[in-house]
């Protein structure tokens, strides 16, 4: 069969969607790059917070649309969305043709099969099991590739209803991890991003019980082939001094830290059951700051959570206003039902909107004084195309990581390839973008 695949929400998700096309492919059926015309259109859903859940169901109604004007044939929900509302969606939703569960993405071609059959396909596998090792078919481009190192999450913060979707923290075996990772460097990957829900826990729940997150980078740091390693979602209680030793110490790992705080307010953390307190925070980012001087630091908030009164706000805008963090993600707070958070009292959602607005325009004045700083300096860039209508290529920075911060654009007397590392001088800074121009070698 032809079969059409669309991936929604996080890089973790796209791994699984990833893979779910490679057992696609293994077992014979072709995977098209556009679903339009497909026998069958797989959806991979995000089911995270409300805007996740409405971007899926949009996509679910278009995708009935077409099914409706005989340009597609059936439709397979999967991923968070289906684990979710396991029974809802084929109730709500007559267009769909079956729900696939987040510990059933292995049964894809069998789930695939029933469904063109006629049948009507629910199937919700054990999310606590372990995970299966297989191939993926990259969708990212060629030279950048996501690495997911374990699967669910055992934090349970009162906000967060990832456990229930994804079930409790599975690292894979680091032998696997390595192996697939050298694959990724042997067909031209050049940037391994390493993702899962908390990087920081990686082998605590393997033999041994210890964080092996130190160990693993210093591996893939040493992978022929890869230039650059990137790692996400280092939970900042989990952080340690050897981790950071690992960041100081190996020249491909890239000094661009992911760690999700969510606020600063003591009482606030406390209630999200979050393990760290402001004093704690203000340490860690003091001694990032002082072990690693050219870090860049990336965290997420959430506005109008339960508790934040007016003072608890300005807590948290003081902390940015003195820790000035170069990369902020802040979202209205979204109560998520089946969470200890929804059972709380939150501010008016129109509050929360506006204290978003609030850090994003204060976010906004330190990143650009951050690019300002960066003017005069040469840069090394990973080329990732041209725009010829503006004639100058584009790329990222270390400071930068794909499809979430921004582009750096420069011109170059020479033609430069997708996928290589290039020096760039920066020359300004506009709308949060830089621009500059490729360093000659005499430079």
Known sequence: ????????????????????????????????????????????????????????????????????????????????????????????????????????????????????????????????????????????????????????????????????????????????????????????????????????????????????????????????????????????????????????????LVNYLDIPIQHVNDGILKAMRRRGTRAYLEDLFRTIRAKLPDAVIRTSLIAGLPGEGEAEFEELCDFLREFRLERVGVFVYSPEEGTPAAEMPRPDEAVAVRRTDIVTELQSRIMDAYQAGLIGKTMEILSEGCDPERDLYFGRSYADSPEIDGKVWFTSENVVKTGSFVPVRIEKSIDGELYGAAAREEE
């Open 1 to 252: 069969m032809r079969v059409g695949f669309i991936s929604l929400g996080c890089a973790k998700n796209q791994v699984d969607c990833e893979q779910m096309m490679y057992r696609m492919r293994e077992a014979g059926h072709e995977v098209l790059a556009d679903p339009d015309g497909a026998d069958l259109v797989v959806i991979n859903t995000c089911g995270f917070i409300d805007a996740a859940k409405s971007e899926a169901i949009d996509h679910i109604i278009a995708m009935g649309e077409l099914k409706r004007a005989g340009r597609i044939g059936k439709i397979l929900v999967t991923g968070c969305l289906a684990q979710r509302y396991q029974e809802e969606i084929l109730r709500e939703m007559p267009e769909v043709d079956g729900v696939l569960g987040t510990g059933s993405y292995f049964d894809i071609a069998s789930a695939a099969r029933q469904v063109m059959e006629g049948q009507t396909v629910s199937e919700f596998g054990d999310i606590d099991a372990p995970v299966p090792e297989t191939g993926r078919i990259l969708t990212t481009p060629a030279h950048y590739a996501f690495l997911k190192i374990a699967e669910g999450c055992s934090n349970r913060c009162a906000f967060c209803v990832i456990p229930q979707l994804r079930g409790r923290y599975r690292s894979r075996p680091m032998d696997e991890v390595l192996c697939e990772a050298r694959t990724l460097a042997a067909e031209g990957v050049k940037e391994l991003i390493v993702v899962a829900q908390d990087t920081t826990l990686y082998g605590v729940d393997l033999p041994g019980h210890r964080k092996l997150l130190p160990e693993l980078l210093r591996q893939l740091c040493r992978i022929e082939g890869v230039h650059w390693v990137r790692v996400h979602y280092l939970y900042p209680e989990s952080i340690t001094p050897e981790l950071l030793d690992v960041f100081a110490g190996e020249p491909k």
